[in-house]
């Protein structure tokens, strides 16, 4: 999918119903694709399946638009600073089609020694708590977080609103922190440099979604200041930040100041620095299903604790940290 959008050819080809599923899991663009027009050849069932799929992301934008300034008011009059990051971030002033950006969540930057406070704040107001982890507590807007809504939307649209702890992503295994975010530093230059670490972070993890780089070049559209983002992203661990800037780049040239890739590539393992050198763009673009290899996830790690982590989820697959319901974690993530 991302290859097609990038370099489209003078005749597009049809499309089967079972290639845009498959290319929408991977790329979260259906909505987009259909709305430039890459399945005009396609069948009917194919037609049908994209404008469902843009009227359940509209149905998406609607409803958060909604409902992240809620949930901020809400923590702002407990006097709880919280910035909206990524998709409900981008909805308003940087993507221009509002059916075509998806989203399953919402989530919002905290700082770590508010974590409790937020969480409390939100159960009160009547959000229910869905789950909670080292790194997150997930409250429920809509939906039971296993049925989904009865309007066409999966489980995995249910209304969550994610609090984090500081900017904390999960890697293989192991989390790696962000520089943290509240309202007063948090500019188009801070948004665009997490989303940029977002992307960062699926990259290490080869499960990257085409969306996630549309969305750096949707930011980078609004005379972004690469300075002020450089200087952000000097702060931060360079596993959030060379990784997206190095895919960007690949994708879309001339979009990324060369000096600042190359500065933060050089902060990387030099072994993460060689895997990337040997690796196609696509190569990172890939069903969720998909499992990457120990090599690969390995080039990442920084510690020894880190290795360990990865061995044991290649073995066993993490999940046993996650509470569901009950009280959130009161930690630092």
């Not at 296993?146 to 994610?162: M, W």
């Not at 922190?177 to 665009?192: I, K, S």
């Not at 569901?324 to 930690?331: E, L, S, Y």
Request: glycine fraction near 8%; hydrophobic fraction near 45%; proline fraction near 5%.
């Amino acid at each position: 999918m991302l290859a097609r959008l990038r370099d489209e050819p003078a005749v597009l080809p049809a499309w089967s119903l079972a290639e845009v599923q498959l290319t929408g899991l991977a790329s979260g663009l259906t909505a987009l694709a259909g709305e430039l027009g890459l399945f005009d050849r396609s069948g009917d069932n194919v037609t049908e399946y994209v404008r469902e799929q843009r009227a359940q992301v509209a149905q998406r934008v609607e409803r958060f638009r909604a409902l992240a300034p809620a949930v901020l008011g809400v923590l702002n009059d407990a006097a709880i600073p919280a910035v909206a990051v990524k998709g409900a971030a981008l909805i308003d002033g940087v993507w221009s089609h509002d059916s075509c950006r998806p989203m399953a969540d919402i989530d919002l930057v905290v700082a770590p020694h508010l974590r409790a406070q937020a969480a409390a704040v939100m159960a009160r107001e009547g959000w229910a708590l869905h789950a909670s982890t080292d790194y997150e507590d997930t409250f429920l807007a809509w939906g039971d977080g296993s049925t989904g809504r009865t309007d066409g939307e999966s489980a995995a649209h249910n209304g969550r609103v994610e609090i984090h702890p500081g900017w904390v992503e999960f890697l293989h295994g192991y989390t790696v922190r962000g520089f943290e975010v509240l309202p007063a530093t948090f500019d188009h230059a801070a948004l665009t440099a997490h989303v940029i670490g977002h992307l960062a972070s699926t990259v290490v993890r080869a499960e990257v979604r085409a969306v996630n780089v549309v969305d750096v070049w949707w930011c980078a559209q609004r005379d972004l200041d690469w300075v002020r983002v450089g200087g952000l992203m000097a702060h931060t661990d360079p596993r959030l930040t060379a990784p997206g800037l190095w895919l960007v780049s690949r994708v879309l040239p001339q979009l990324v100041p060369s000096g600042l890739l190359a500065a933060e590539l050089a902060r990387l393992p030099r072994r993460a620095r060689a895997q990337l050198r040997r690796t196609h763009a696509l190569d990172v673009l890939r069903d969720p299903g998909e499992r990457t290899t120990l090599m690969w996830r390995e080039a990442f790690a920084r510690t020894m604790s880190e290795r360990k982590a990865i061995i044991r989820q290649m073995v066993r697959p993490p999940g046993g940290r996650v509470r569901a319901g009950g009280t959130p974690r009161a930690g630092h993530g």
